[in-house]
């Protein structure tokens, strides 16, 4: 099993930046080479591709509407990946997980079924 836990979300003004963090722990994780992703969901809405980054850190992936303003990162050592959001906007509004994946084909994984493992998630806030 593997617990996920995200932190740092909040209330920012639009333009503004925040950084979330995940932090993996679980008997699993030994030995273990998993990407990790990060999603998003607002209020009626679909949960939403955000970005994903493979085990190195040398691959990332990101959904359209992020691309440019939000970059991936993770701390192999720490267990933790960290999702780092510029130039936020009220439409970045949503709960945020993180995710990782043990069990999928090989590549990066861009939808919810690619990913075995999830967080609750965080509040991210953007006001106008």
């Known amino acids: 099993q593997v617990q996920l836990v995200e932190s740092g979300g909040g209330l920012v003004q639009a333009g503004g930046s925040l950084r979330l963090t995940c932090v993996a722990s679980?008997?699993?994780?030994?030995?273990?080479?998993?990407?990790m992703g990060w999603f998003r969901q607002a209020p009626g809405k679909e949960r939403e591709f955000v970005g994903t980054?493979?085990?190195?850190?040398?691959?990332?992936v990101y959904g359209d509407s992020v691309k440019g303003r939000f970059t991936i990162s993770r701390d192999n050592a720490k267990n933790t990946a960290y999702l780092q959001m510029n130039s936020l906007k009220p439409e970045d509004t949503a709960v945020y997980h993180c995710?990782?994946?043990?069990?999928?084909?090989?590549?990066?994984?861009?939808?919810?079924?690619?990913?075995?493992?999830w967080g609750q998630g965080t509040q991210v806030t953007v006001s106008s």
């Open positions: 995710a990782a994946a043990f069990y999928a084909p090989s590549g990066l994984q861009t939808t919810t079924r690619g990913y075995d493992y």
């Open positions: 679980g008997r699993l994780l030994v030995g273990s080479r998993y990407p």
């Open positions: 980054i493979d085990w190195s850190g040398g691959n990332t």
